[in-house]
């Protein structure tokens, strides 16, 4: 199990500056897997230390595993679907891991298809998101079922904490993609990531992880807002609706932080 006496505010509020102070304050060694997709690779947040993966420097479990003096194998992987980490993303997970954090799901349902059909011009879109959410419903539990499974096989005496996505849309304007989602199609969007966190928070509970909801902490910092967390539409393409470098220091990080 992770030490209990690792001070989650100090790691979220500090998430820099006061990492070698929570390394010695770690009284055993953590080993430490991150697994899964974009959104724990960090794609969207610069500074990579891969081009395949899109493995991010400033992506949350590199600043976590800082923050607690962890060993971290970091397997998570852009564009990763659930047949994908367990193909490629489990060889590092064994009876010594006793950390394990992970995002997937949002690559098997059809979700870059809707937000590409919503920022087409003249292309409805209200086809492809419900599309997406009959996936959430009828395909993903069984998904995450197997794939929980196999990291609990894999990392029989790991604490599992399944991180969610953010609602990426304000639900206020069109500044983002030229005007071409619509209000009612960023609202249609939210409404079907609060679908997908539901499936997943069960699915995680069902296998005995925790699941950390980040929603709240996206809030007022979605698309458009003021200090976003996330990317709109931008170049390179593939970091387009990601969470940004202060997405994770300061929407993921804090949130994974106050778990421990």
């Given at each position: 199990?992770?030490p209990?006496?690792?001070a989650a505010?100090?790691?979220?509020?500090t998430a820099?500056?006061?990492?070698?102070?929570?390394?010695?304050?770690?009284?055993?060694?953590?080993?430490?897997?991150?697994?899964?997709?974009?959104?724990?690779?960090?794609?969207?947040?610069?500074?990579?230390?891969?081009?395949?993966?899109l493995r991010?420097?400033l992506?949350?479990?590199?600043?976590l595993?800082?923050?607690?003096?962890?060993?971290?194998?970091?397997?998570?992987?852009?564009?990763?679907t659930?047949?994908?980490?367990l193909?490629e993303?489990l060889?590092?997970?064994?009876?010594?891991t006793n950390l394990v954090?992970?995002?997937?799901?949002?690559n098997?349902?059809?979700?870059?298809?809707a937000?590409?059909?919503c920022?087409?011009?003249?292309?409805?879109?209200?086809?492809?998101?419900?599309?997406?959410?009959?996936?959430?419903?009828?395909?993903?539990p069984?998904?995450?079922d197997?794939?929980?499974g196999?990291?609990?096989?894999?990392a029989?005496?790991?604490?599992v904490f399944?991180?969610?996505?953010?609602?990426l849309?304000?639900?206020?304007?069109?500044?983002d993609?030229?005007g071409?989602i619509?209000v009612?199609?960023?609202?249609?969007?939210?409404?079907?990531?609060?679908?997908?966190?539901?499936?997943?928070?069960a699915?995680?509970?069902?296998?005995g992880?925790?699941?950390?909801d980040?929603?709240?902490?996206?809030?007022?910092?979605?698309?458009?807002d003021?200090?976003?967390?996330?990317?709109?539409l931008?170049?390179?393409?593939?970091?387009?609706?990601?969470?940004?470098?202060?997405?994770?220091?300061?929407?993921?990080?804090?949130?994974?932080?106050?778990e421990?």
């Open positions: 199990m992770i209990a006496r690792l505010a100090a790691l979220a509020a820099v500056l006061a990492l070698p102070a929570l390394a010695h304050a770690a009284p055993a060694s953590i080993e430490y897997a991150a697994l899964g997709d974009s959104y724990s690779s960090g794609t969207g947040a610069g500074s990579y230390a891969d081009d395949d993966c991010s420097n992506a949350y479990p590199k600043l595993a800082s923050g607690l003096g962890a060993e971290l194998v970091f397997a998570a992987c852009s564009g990763a659930v047949e994908d980490l193909a993303q060889g590092g997970l064994d009876a010594g954090t992970v995002t997937i799901g949002g098997d349902i059809g979700w870059a298809e937000i590409r059909a920022i087409t011009p003249l292309v409805d879109c209200q086809g492809d998101i419900e599309a997406a959410e009959t996936r959430v419903r009828d395909e993903l069984g998904l995450l197997g794939v929980y196999a990291i609990r096989r894999h029989p005496n790991a604490e399944v991180l969610g996505y953010p609602r849309f304000d639900e206020s304007g069109t500044c993609a030229f071409q619509t009612a199609e960023q609202r249609r969007m939210n409404a079907a990531a609060d679908l997908l966190a539901e499936t997943v928070d699915a995680a509970a069902a296998h992880f925790t699941y950390v980040v929603r709240d902490a996206f809030a007022g910092h979605a698309i458009c003021d200090v976003p967390y996330v990317h709109g931008r170049y390179p393409a593939v970091e387009s609706y990601h969470p940004n470098a202060l997405g994770h220091a300061s929407g993921y990080l804090p949130v994974i932080a106050a421990f």
